[in-house]
């Protein structure tokens, strides 16, 4: 199994639901890869190849894109996407689907929840309507680190449901966040999720499987703190207590652990999971008196044939908390540091177990014997400790400059474009920042007050741009931040296209992905465009038998599509790539749409 195979296990299969298709969808992550995100596209436009990995032919990825785009909204730690391997300028189609997540107040205040919320509907049912909610560790990203995640889906009802109102507040409160202007900039896609927000009170409850099935669950989102002299657990402090205690977390602090383990009223049953270079002898002293335990990443889950297995999953286990009998698993995005309950924008469940006398012990094996020989047991502190919360200055500066933002414009140079970007406010200028788009990665500018680029052609225009900075003593990697640009021409994202969709070939391609989407033909589709990029064989027809085909079944169940195809048609109409033969099949069916309608 290869390392992006992987990565499509959780972000590919825990997305894509058998017989739904996506209505909206708002996923958060801390780290973003553009390429990873390419994934979500593929799951949400009905156009998932999930047994290929990335699919190689640029036509699938674009419609892919273009059935989804608006659908669903990403939002992200400002600073934290990755520069991209690839020049991929279908990545300008995704602009008004990403959105940076900051804290002017509190710039070294992380947004780290990584949790999807997802609308869906029943192809074959329009009023089964569900909701899914997805809560997870990983980012999205293509790291192959040890993760964890839950999956739980609602059945929306007509009515409001008033038995759930009070537990479902939470979702609504964490996506009223998400929602606020100054992060969801684009209106159409606030308007969706003030949408979802009103579906939640029509939710019933949230099924679970396995241990959990038909247990009791609950939300915990932890939002920016007003004050920084914030203490103890936050928005957990009645959460996380009980006789037993079991702690997987990458990240610690001293007193974070202290706050959560003076919490277990049983001391021999107290549990860390981490990665070895935070156990110091202060940390070692309070997790092993008594009896405890601590277990750490081994040397050999940091070199395995699918890269680093390194632990990322954060996953606290009680045993019964006061007043109550059960046993709980709390699970999301919080590691067990100061920072993520009392600082940071994150986000956890609580899942209640099936009654068993020794879940303790259950959970502790099970996990440790899962992730055999990628655990150890830890017998002594590590000298060299690493920190949890150091930022320099330079970092400091970096997070500041980015909170405060940057402008930018475009102006027509014919037959060329120029872009001019701006600093919202002067900077330290023993600091220097380098700025370069994202289509030209290696052209960096210094950047004082302003800076312009020049030559860029229609396609290169685009609302990403890589940053980078030093001081002389430290750098900060590049970094991909998106930047809103003023007149951005409305032909831009039909340039993108065009680029792609450049021969007859790929247009018939292109047509044949778009009839075919959601449907039982697309596996027969993508096989015969593979089967002919494979042997370099052009297309002698340009109307093919398998395309009036499955546009004949995509008019009969779903003639709104044909509306796709006429728009794709019309940009594409100043080149010499649409064939006169197809123009005319279309206009058949169009007219066989327009007398339909008119019956």
């Known amino acids: 199994m290869s390392k992006e195979l992987m990565d499509d296990l959780l972000f590919t299969d825990l997305l894509y639901s058998p017989g739904y298709e996506v209505d909206f969808a708002v996923g958060t992550t801390y780290s973003l890869s ?36 608006e659908k669903f909204s990403v939002y992200h730690n400002l600073g934290q996407i990755s520069v991209p391997k690839d020049d991929k300028r279908v990545f300008g189609l995704l602009e008004n689907s990403i959105f940076s997540i900051k804290n002017k107040k509190m710039p070294t205040a992380n947004f780290h929840p990584k949790v999807w919320i997802i609308k869906e509907r029943n192809k074959q049912d329009k009023d089964d309507k569900q909701m899914k909610v997805i809560v997870m560790s990983r980012n999205l990203t293509r790291d192959t680190s040890l993760d964890v995640a839950v999956s739980m889906v609602s059945k929306l009802k007509k009515n409001v449901i008033a038995k759930y109102k009070e537990k479902h507040e939470p979702l609504k409160k964490f996506l009223k966040f998400l929602a606020k202007p100054e992060f969801t900039t684009n209106e159409n896609k606030r308007k969706k999720i003030e949408s979802l927000i009103r579906d939640v009170d029509h939710l019933g409850k949230f099924e679970l499987e396995g241990p959990f099935e038909g247990g009791d669950y609950d939300f915990y989102p932890m939002l920016y703190k007003k004050t920084k002299t914030s203490v103890g657990l936050g928005d957990m402090k009645n959460a996380l207590q009980g006789t037993s205690m079991l702690v997987v977390s990458p990240f610690i602090d001293y007193k974070s652990l202290e706050a959560l383990f003076a ?100 959970v502790r094996d099970t996990f440790l014997k899962r992730n055999e020989g990628y655990f150890e047991r830890c017998t002594q502190p590590f000298t060299e400790s690493a920190e949890t919360e150091k930022f320099g200055k330079l970092a400091i500066l970096f997070k500041e400059i980015l909170c405060n933002g940057c402008s930018a414009k475009v102006n027509f140079n014919n037959p060329s474009y120029t872009i001019q970007v ?28 302003s800076v312009f680029f020049e030559d860029l052609s229609l396609s290169q225009l685009s609302e990403f741009f890589i940053l980078k900075a030093s001081d002389g003593i430290e750098k900060i990697n590049p970094c991909v931040v998106k930047i809103c640009v003023k007149d951005m021409p409305l ?109």
């Open 34 to 69: 553009l390429d990873a995100l390419l994934r979500v596209p593929l799951a949400f436009g009905m156009l998932d190849d999930r047994d290929n990995g990335l699919p190689q032919n640029p036509c699938h990825l674009l419609s892919a894109i273009k059935n989804s785009a």
């Open 263 to 362: 919490r277990c009223q049983s001391s021999n049953e107290k549990i860390l999971i981490t990665r070895r270079e935070y156990v110091d002898e202060k940390i070692f002293e309070l997790c092993t008196s008594n009896g405890g335990e601590i277990w750490v990443v081994s040397d050999s889950a940091m070199d395995t044939e699918f890269g680093s297995m390194n632990l990322h999953a954060k996953t606290y286990f009680v045993s019964h908390p006061e007043g109550d009998f059960g046993h709980y698993l709390y699970l999301g995005s919080a590691n067990a540091t100061h920072s993520a309950f009392n600082r940071n924008v994150e986000f956890l469940v609580g899942l209640k177990f099936s009654r068993s006398t020794k879940y303790f012990e259950n």
């Open 422 to 449: 701006k600093l919202n406010n002067p900077i330290d200028s023993t600091i220097k920042l380098e700025i370069a788009t994202l289509q030209k990665p290696n052209d960096f500018r210094t950047i004082q007050e």
């Open 491 to 599: 032909n831009r994202d039909s340039e993108i296209v065009k680029n792609i969709v450049d021969t007859k070939e790929k247009f018939i391609d292109y047509v044949s992905l778009i009839a075919a989407a959601g449907s039982d033909d697309m596996p027969g589709v993508l096989e015969r465009i593979a089967r002919r990029k494979e042997k370099s064989k052009k297309i002698q027809g340009i109307v093919v038998p398998a395309l009036y085909e499955n546009m004949l079944r995509m008019v009969s169940e779903d003639p709104e599509r044909l509306n796709q195809i006429e728009k794709f048609v019309k940009e594409m109409d100043d080149s010499d790539i649409v064939d006169e033969n197809f123009k005319r099949m279309l206009k058949i069916f169009e007219n066989a749409v327009d007398k339909e309608n008119k019956k």
